[in-house]
């Protein structure tokens, strides 16, 4: 600061003001190409990583994701100490004057520290991955990354959530294992049930011959309910991870055919009106 006292004394505005916006400059230059550089090499490493190793796609994104968000975090610190002392600063100093320090522990390093050790375990236990469907913080998504603060997560309808690490309390990853596809129809109380659930699981064997990424069934499982005007049946199958909703769409528009080739009821609501002649 001295320095740069001196040089508005001695009339060398200009020239000062041009060493300062120039060492900014190049200082804003050297983060961008370091960033670039880092985030090129960081990549890099995970991909050879995902090829020698054998890890699974997800593991890799969520740990390189990790990376670049700790090298960031670094980088931008570093860039933020070269800009105070091109300003002829100690950015020690400044920062133990100021009483930075004191006010990070006394406010927010133990929120800071509680998410670095909660997003550490998630990590460690293998609890999510990126490209998970997980319930977190009671919001569902897709987990998009992984951080050192937070998680975030892609709802359904396209907002991104932020969810602190420290937040996260329980972890419910619904994309381990093969999942389950429901449908139940429904047929009335005049048809035959045995015919319809053989009808029913026909149609279910031949999408199952049609469709990969049905891994077990689909079944008939049988009466599930007896409803006002229905006799539900339901049906079950497994499937690769997020096929569920597709196969159960498809399951339901095939199982409908099939009833109605056979002229087989699925009830509905019906309204009697009754008039009194005057």
Known sequence: MEQWVNQLSDGALLIGLATIIGQIVLAILAFLIARSIGKRLIQGSFSRMETQ??????????????????????????????????????????IAGAGVVGLAIGFGAQGLVSDVVTGFFLLLEKQIDVGDYVTAGG?????????????????FDGTLHFIPNRGISNVSNHSRGNMRALVDMSIS???????????????????????????????????????????VIRVIAKTENMEQWAVERKLRKALKEALDANDIEIPFPHQVFIEKKK
């Open 53 to 94: 190793k054998g890890m699974s796609a997800g593991r890799v994104k969520t740990l390189e994701k990790l990376a670049i968000n700790a090298f960031s975090y670094v980088l931008i610190f570093v860039f933020i100490t070269i800009i105070i002392s091109i300003f002829g600063l100690d950015a020690t100093g400044l």
């Open 139 to 155: 919001v569902d998504g897709i987990v998009e990354e992984v951080g050192l603060r937070n998680v975030q997560l892609r709802g």
């Open 189 to 231: 109380y005049d048809d035959n049930i045995d015919e319809a659930m053989t009808i029913l699981q026909a149609a279910c064997d031949k999408i199952a011959s049609e469709d990969e990424s049905i891994k077990e069934g689909p079944n008939v499982v049988g009466v599930q309910g007896l409803g006002d005007s229905d006799v």
